[in-house]
């Protein structure tokens, strides 16, 4: 960031109008915005299906616009009773327009020619007056904040596509708006392609996991390092490891500098720790997910600590042993799932007699953990550049050069 922008930044937190920019009732923009109602460039559309399952069920969530069988791993919740949904073209805009938060987000369709949405989510697009990518960009990443008082009702905010139309903000010309989209995107897709890497390298480990521990029925692994060949020895859980639950019913966070894991991972922060370089098994809730304890840490009691018994392999090797049973199969319960540690304690699985072999297996998959870290810390900083340009962007504190 430059010391220009800096100043400028400073100035409008301020109050201060910079020079080239100019006051509307909630903004200082630049001189050449021009303050718009939003429902001026929204042109609404109202067909509606005659027919049960006229075409393909869409579901419209904060993570994009999908199938509803996507959605729903491969089961459609709406059949028959579909008649009368909104049909939304290729390239239209929906959004659900109740939330539980104040928080609205707006999907284009850009997957199918033709789709169907519930009437709770209705169906637009923008005029040619402004750019359609930038709209969106705005729509969902500046002003939201905004959206809130044009909504309706308490426990849940109901935002009809009427009063969206009533808010107001200052749009760049559409010249400058294209070439904001443009950049935006660019970043969009780059991020994209890092999730991509990300997403490879998980599954990538997981065939590794498959292929490293022996198979249902086999009594050696399908891949090994060389100059191991002895078979891997039945066991049960118990004779192998130590399982206590964690400490306390709730879930203790504070801000300290200790993780704290519950049943599905690290979910806060708390001056107090009851293990050191552990596994947890999901207890209560997410039973049967398995994470490991890095350093020290906090366990609540919807947390079980595991450790190795004796020298018989190292903590690592054991939870990549522990992760590839996929221990949440085994779990009870239905309203709330549980996974007791003497439920753990008479599974039974396979390990190798060798501590070298344990050894080598255990840094493999932390060296793979270490890559898979280094490419999520890239993505997290390519997000969180992305957030700041935006900001920059769409509030007209930076210009871009036409």
Known sequence: MTPEVRDRIDQIRQGIVPEGYKKTKSDIVPVDWKESS?????????????????????TSARTGLMLQTDYYSNRQVTTENNVGYNILPFGY????????????????NRIIKRGIISYFY??????????????????????????????EGTAQQ???????????????????QKKIAEILSTQDKAIELQGRKIEELKRFKKGCL???????????????????TDDWEQRKLGEVFNFHYGDGNNNPSNGGQYPVFGAGGIQGRY?????????????????????????KHFVTYNGTITTPKDDVFTAKFGYYLLLNMNLRKYRGGSGLPFLTY?????????CPNSKIETQEIADYFTQLDHLITLHQRKLDEMKKQKKALMQLLLTGIVRVRL
């Not at 169906?123 to 969106?136: A, G, N, P, R």
Request: proline share 6%; with cysteine; net charge neutral.
């Open 38 to 58: 939003i429902g001026e460039y929204i042109c609404e559309y109202t067909e509606k299906t005659t027919i049960p399952n006229q075409y393909p069920v869409l």
């Open 93 to 108: 805009v929906t959004f659900r327009s109740r939330s539980d938060d104040g928080r609205f987000r707006f999907n284009e």
């Open 122 to 151: 209705p169906v637009f697009s923008f005029s040619e007056e402004v750019c359609h990518e930038y709209m969106l960009y705005l729509l969902n990443f500046s002003i939201y904040r905004r959206m809130y008082p044009y909504a």
């Open 158 to 176: 109901v935002l009809s596509l009427k009063k969206l139309g009533q808010l107001k903000y200052s749009l760049p010309p559409v010249t400058e």
């Open 210 to 228: 498959e292929k490293m521990f022996p198979r249902k029925g086999q009594k050696v692994p399908e891949k090994r390092f060389p100059g191991f």
């Open 271 to 295: 001056t107090k720790y009851n293990a050191e370089n552990s596994i947890i098994i999901g207890h209560m809730g997410d039973a049967g997910c398995v994470s490991w304890g890095e350093g």
């Open 342 to 350: 003497d439920m753990l304690t008479e599974m039974e699985t396979k």
